[in-house]
């Protein structure tokens, strides 16, 4: 078997290094920032945790719950049920986005009025067709849904259930958990996202980042701000890696490689291969994110999770949420922990933009949907997200399943990352724990 380098200590590589470590097998984690963990990290800062990437787990998750009980982290699992809001020409409408939640307040759905009559009962048109393609929308198998693919998860909002639906209830989904638009998604992906979304959201009572950091724990060797430059082929055998190394490089011996980078990233490590190879990978889009989190005192948005900001409304976000409603173990008693989630063009123009601009720009457009918004906070954190969450576009499932299938000329070199199922924290872990098990059987 040998030595494995797996590129990238984020979700996915930290998923294939921790099996191969499982299984006895010989390896070593670069990673080009300063921790590890990628979109799943987390840190404390005075008495708050601070989801940086990731927010919650989705309820169906199968990977990701298996890993936690290897772990010894399940028993950390907390879910909530947290009505959210959505906003519509400057009212707050409230709602149970959960099959439960709406089962425990049946009223609730009866008065919700960002919807018109005609707007619930194509609601209730969309939420049966859920129903109906449930058995395919699986993030782990996404060519289950392959028939999806090549459209545009708003152009069949569109079609199926017309204009209001999709600015009011599809596009708040799109755009609050890929932070791109629904023209920007296919809608195997859209629709599994709803459908996944549907039977709950959870955490851990020490955040997303305690995943990422009981992973980290049981690799042995995870080298920091180490950054790789190529991957070396000899033909279609992979012989190891180059590092920077000061003014030059370095050359790391393997016997496997699994790249958990960025689909971008790969494709520039991975020279040598065919460029058709290359071209699917430089073609696997992300979203950007400016993600703005606020802690402050009292009780911003009661007891609501979220409130999405449908983009008619004009604002740079998405939406945002109170983390310290996830579980009381996120926030001191009697504060708010506001995370605020930018979207699309908003979101790599600010990324551009000084702390002090995007603090003061936020806090505005909070304040216009929540005015009782403090200007003072306990503290804010930014962190800029150039790739935050890896976008499923139009004819992306069929044109992975064609990468896997050319990869296979090419023993010992492994490719993970959400972009080989529906892009989520699952997809991640999975494809990770994947290219371990290739590499422990030889392949």
């Known amino acids: 078997m040998g030595k494995t380098v797996v590129i990238g200590g984020g979700t996915s590589g930290l998923a294939a290094a921790y099996t191969l470590e499982k299984s006895g097998a010989e390896c070593v984690v670069l990673e080009k920032r300063e921790f590890a963990g990628g979109r799943i990290y987390g840190v404390e800062k005075e008495g708050f945790t601070l989801d940086l990437g990731a927010q919650f787990f989705f309820s169906r998750y199968r990977t990701t719950f298996d ?12 879910q909530w049920a947290r009505p959210m809001g959505i906003l519509r020409d400057g009212t707050v409408h409230v709602a149970y986005p959960s099959i439960s939640g709406n089962l425990k307040h049946p009223t609730s759905a009866l008065k919700f009025e960002a919807l018109s009559n005609r707007g619930k009962r194509q609601g209730a048109k969309m939420a049966f067709k859920f129903l109906t393609l449930g058995k395919k929308l699986d993030f782990n198998d996404p060519l289950k849904a392959i028939e999806l693919d090549n459209v545009s998860f708003a152009e069949y909002a569109r079609r199926h259930w ?6 009011y209830a599809i596009q708040p989904i799109a755009s609050t958990l890929t932070l791109a638009e629904p023209e920007d998604i296919s809608a195997a992906y859209g629709l599994a996202l709803a459908w996944y979304f549907l039977p709950g959201l959870s955490t851990t009572t020490k955040g997303i980042g305690h995943l990422a950091e009981s992973l980290a724990g049981k690799v042995k060797d995870i080298r920091l701000e180490t950054e790789v ?3 070396v082929m000899e033909g279609s055998k992979v012989k190891g890696v180059e590092i920077k190394d000061g003014g030059g490089t370095a050359f790391i011996e393997a016997d496997s490689v699994i790249c958990g980078s960025l689909a971008p990233e ?10 058709g190879i290359l071209e699917t ?8 994110c400016t993600h703005v989190m606020l802690a402050t005192r009292g009780k911003v948005i009661d007891d609501m999770y979220a409130i999405a900001t449908p983009r008619r409304e004009g604002l740079c976000m998405s ?7 996830k579980a009381a173990s996120y926030a001191p008693r009697d504060t708010s922990l506001v995370h605020v989630f930018t979207f699309g063009n908003h979101a790599r123009e600010m990324l551009d933009w000084d702390d002090d601009r995007i603090r003061e720009h936020v806090t505005r457009e909070i304040q216009m949907v929540v005015p009782r918004f403090p200007d003072d906070v306990i503290f804010c954190e930014i962190f800029r997200w150039p790739q935050a969450v890896c976008l499923s576009s139009p004819g992306q499932i069929t044109a992975v399943q064609k990468l896997k299938v050319a990869m296979r000329e090419y023993p010992g070199l492994h490719l993970s990352g959400e972009y080989f199922g529906m892009p989520s924290v699952e997809a991640a872990l999975t494809s ?12």
């Open 281 to 288: 990978l430089e073609g696997i889009k992300y979203s950007a």
């Open 432 to 443: 990770g724990v994947n290219a371990a098990n290739r590499v422990l059987q030889g392949l």
């Open 67 to 78: 890993l936690m009980k290897q772990l010894g982290i399940h028993g950390r699992l907390v």
């Open 266 to 275: 790969a494709a520039a490590l991975l020279t040598d291969l065919p460029r």
């Open 162 to 167: 017309g204009e209001e639906i999709l600015e």
């Open 319 to 325: 939406g945002f949420t109170d983390n310290a409603n």
């Open 229 to 231: 430059t190529r991957i």
